[in-house]
């Protein structure tokens, strides 16, 4: 047997392989569970290139952009899209984060810039916490009413 037919053999065993898996439905479940990966790998590419010094700096914005929505989608998919629900906020974030590596690592140094990006935070900051207390809002109150009970009991003053 000499080394091109070894080479056939083996090239033959793998396409048979490769076929055998697409009919399994393989490629199908890592494709449904790690298609999130093909919008966080351009983000991080993006990343990569601008610290390479490839890309200008004004690709930081949509690499902050698609890595932070990339991490949404892999919660999503992973951990079931209800909890799309709570993590919306992450949207208005993403643009924050890459308007912020923009403003950090770009030349544009202006407060406008630092500003958008800070507010973007905030506001998504402040969506996350009304859409937690939406759901969670009245746990969320006991809780405090308890602790601020327990830290009247212990700071009351001492009648000795």
């Given at each position: 047997m000499n080394r091109q037919s070894a080479a056939v053999g083996i090239g033959v065993v793998a396409v048979g392989l490769i076929i055998l898996l697409g009919k399994l439905g393989v490629f199908a479940f890592i494709g449904s569970v790690f298609w999130p990966l093909f919008v966080l790998i351009p983000g991080v590419l993006l990343h990569v290139l601008y610290f390479g010094r490839i890309v200008p700096s004004i690709a930081l914005i949509p690499a902050g952009i698609l890595t932070v929505v990339s991490i949404a989608f892999m919660i999503g998919n992973w951990f079931g899209w209800w909890r799309m629900k709570y993590l919306w906020p992450?949207?208005?974030?993403?643009?924050?984060?890459?308007?912020?590596?923009?403003?950090?690592?770009?030349?544009?140094?202006?407060?406008?810039?630092?500003?958008?990006?800070?507010?973007?935070?905030?506001?998504?900051?402040?969506?996350?916490?009304?859409?937690l207390l939406w759901t969670w809002g009245i746990y969320l109150i006991a809780l405090a009413l308890i602790g601020v009970g327990a830290w009247l009991v212990v700071r009351r003053p001492k009648m000795w």
């Open positions: 992450m949207f208005p974030l993403a643009i924050a984060v890459g308007l912020y590596e923009y403003y950090i690592f770009g030349y544009d140094r202006s407060k406008q810039l630092w500003l958008a990006s800070i507010g973007l935070a905030g506001l998504s900051l402040l969506f996350f916490v009304m859409s």
